[in-house]
């Protein structure tokens, strides 16, 4: 699971650098005129503007944080329910993964 917490920080990262980038205008971003700022394409840029981009990143870093800490405990043992617990953490991190299907260093067998 190392691995994939490792590749799950370096899609954040990127996420990251480019949302701050990013000019938050959604004019800027689409080239979309004001006039067409209610078209469902314009709509979904500005919901996915790059500060709330940002404050999904920092959420989904400390959900892989917290999964990641929970997996390394569970490596002594606790018990069969702990150890369904960091199985239940597996999966998730796994899932959260799922949106990085398409970058090459993704690896099929993350997929849940």
């Given at each position: 699971m190392d691995e994939l917490v490792q590749f799950l920080r370096a899609r954040l990262d990127e996420d990251e650098q480019i949302a701050r980038?990013?000019?938050?205008?959604?004019?800027?971003?689409?080239?979309?005129?004001?006039?067409y700022a209610s078209a469902p394409v314009a709509?979904?840029?500005?919901?996915?503007?790059p500060a709330r981009v940002l404050r999904d990143i920092e959420a989904r870093r400390g959900i892989v944080d917290d999964l990641a800490q929970?997996?390394?405990?569970?490596?002594?043992?606790?018990g069969p329910d702990y150890y369904e617990g960091v199985d239940?953490?597996?999966r998730t991190l796994k899932r959260l993964a799922?949106?990085?299907?398409?970058?090459?260093?993704?690896?099929?067998?993350?997929?849940?």
């Amino acid at each position: 699971m190392d691995e994939l917490v490792q590749f799950l920080r370096a899609r954040l990262d990127e996420d990251e650098q480019i949302a701050r980038d990013a000019n938050a205008s959604p004019e800027m971003v689409t080239g979309i005129p004001r006039s067409y700022a209610s078209a469902p394409v314009a709509l979904h840029i500005v919901r996915h503007d790059p500060a709330r981009v940002l404050r999904d990143i920092e959420a989904r870093r400390g959900i892989v944080d917290d999964l990641a800490q929970v997996i390394r405990e569970g490596e002594e043992y606790k018990g069969p329910d702990y150890y369904e617990g960091v199985d239940a953490c597996e999966r998730t991190l796994k899932r959260l993964a799922l949106s990085y299907a398409d970058h090459p260093a993704y690896r099929e067998e993350w997929r849940p």
